[in-house]
T-cell receptor, first 109, second 120 residues
Framework: GQNIDQPTEMTATEGAIVQINCTYQ??????LFWYQQHAGEAPTFLSY??LDGLEEKGRFSSFLSRSKGYSYLLLKELQMKDSASYLC??????????WGAGTKLIIKP | GAVVSQHPSWVICKSGTSVKIECRSL??????MFWYRQFPKQSLMLMAT?????????EQGVEKDKFLINHASLTLSTLTVTSAHPEDSSFYIC????????????????FGPGTRLTVL
């Protein structure tokens, strides 16, 4: 079966750095997405990785290792507004998005 | 960036009535649209995928006669929840992309703001 695993909840301090991990097992791989979702709102796109390595975009970076079926989202200089759920999703062989359950990130002052 | 709108943003209805939710791509042509459902504290669940001008492909366990999807144009898809019941209360989200499902050029999905449905 297809499976995406990520931690249910994480807590971090404002100004710090946090890494959210995602491991996946899917039938085929056509890229991995990270989305941010605030409570009661739709997801917003953060990053897309299809090749191994680190993609940096401002305070957010995303890493992918296809051989390990592993990705992480790195958030630097955390701000209170970063409190949200972070969803990992993999596009399978049919370009269908398989979603993880999301990681709720709580930022404390 | 690409913008997707949904209407209404929230709706409350009585059990047994039908509710129509519209999803529009405002500044691009959405060849493919997706409808998701999300229950509280759970992940997104894909309900169906639709390509413009053809019948929607429903995920296993989703009743196609209950959740009617029409993707009649490149900028509009509608989801009608027929004979809604309290268990249908959920957050319904559409997304759109401008590449055909299954094509080699995979494009990002752009999400609408979601519609919160409450069935009394």
């Amino acid at each position: 079966g297809q499976n995406i695993d990520q931690p249910t909840e994480m807590t971090a301090t404002e100004g710090a750095i946090v890494q959210i991990n995602c491991t996946y097992q899917t039938s085929g791989f056509n890229g991995l997405f990270w989305y941010q979702q605030h409570a009661g709102e739709a997801p917003t796109f953060l990053s897309y990785n299809v090749l191994d390595g680190l993609e940096e975009k401002g305070r957010f970076s995303s890493f992918l290792s296809r051989s390990k079926g592993y990705s992480y989202l790195l958030l630097k200089e955390l701000q209170m507004k970063d409190s949200a759920s972070y969803l990992c999703a993999v596009a399978d062989s049919n370009y269908q998005l398989i979603w993880g359950a999301g990681t709720k990130l709580i930022i404390k002052p | 960036g690409a913008v997707v709108s949904q209407h209404p943003s929230w709706v409350i209805c009585k059990s047994g009535t039908s509710v129509k939710i519209e999803c529009r791509s405002l500044d691009f042509q959405a060849t493919t649209m997706f409808w998701y459902r999300q229950f509280p504290k759970q992940s997104l669940m894909l309900m169906a995928t639709s390509n413009e001008g053809s019948k929607a492909t429903y995920e296993q366990g989703v009743e196609k006669d209950k959740f009617l999807i029409n993707h009649a144009s490149l900028t509009l898809s509608t989801l009608t929840v027929t004979s809604a019941h309290p268990e249908d209360s959920s957050f319904y989200i559409c997304s759109a992309r401008d590449g055909l499902a299954g094509s080699n050029s995979y494009n990002e999905q752009f999400f609408g703001p979601g519609t919160r449905l409450t069935v009394l």
